[in-house]
């Protein structure tokens, strides 16, 4: 009693024009057609700013590079192959590597962590004085303490 199963391939939705971020594209777009135009304003206004309305417009169109890295990373398509493990499970052949560089790391820390919390670590502290302080005062020696980390 075998049952076959007929899947449909999955077809990727193919986004034409701009791509799937089309916000991003116009506010790109935008910004480049606002710095232009604040940007020839500057230089064929004959203002007595024109340098400002010149760094303006640069500037503006500047900004508008985040926009265009919006857009494009947001219209890169990675395959389904690669998503296979996108929840965060592990290879089988990339498991042994991680476990080793996990317990390294583990040993790293531990060892750096625990070299901080030794007791047995006596500092000595001494002050210096002025000399015209000190022997105006007294003339008796200051003690040195230890002092305990």
Not at 19 to 42: E, N, P, Q, T
Not at 101 to 115: E, Y
Request: glycine residues 8%; positive net charge; contains cysteine.
């Amino acid at each position: 009693m075998a049952t076959s199963v007929h899947m449909e391939p999955v077809s990727e939705r193919r986004h034409g024009g701009v791509g799937r971020c089309k916000c991003s594209f116009w506010f790109a777009v935008a910004h480049d057609i606002l710095g232009v135009l604040i940007m020839m304003v500057g230089v064929f206004g004959g203002l007595v700013i024109h340098d400002l309305f010149i760094y303006a417009g640069a500037i503006i169109i500047f900004l508008s590079l985040i926009w265009w890295v919006f857009w494009y990373s947001g219209n890169i398509d990675v395959p389904s192959e690669e998503l296979q493990d996108d929840v965060g499970l592990m290879k089988q052949r990339n498991r042994r590597l991680s476990r080793a560089v996990r317990k390294a790391s583990t040993r790293l820390s531990s060892g750096i962590r625990n070299s901080f919390r030794k007791n047995n670590a006596d500092v000595s502290l001494s002050v210096v004085y002025d000399n015209t302080v000190a022997s105006s005062s007294s003339s008796k020696e200051f003690p040195r303490e230890a002092l305990s980390i």
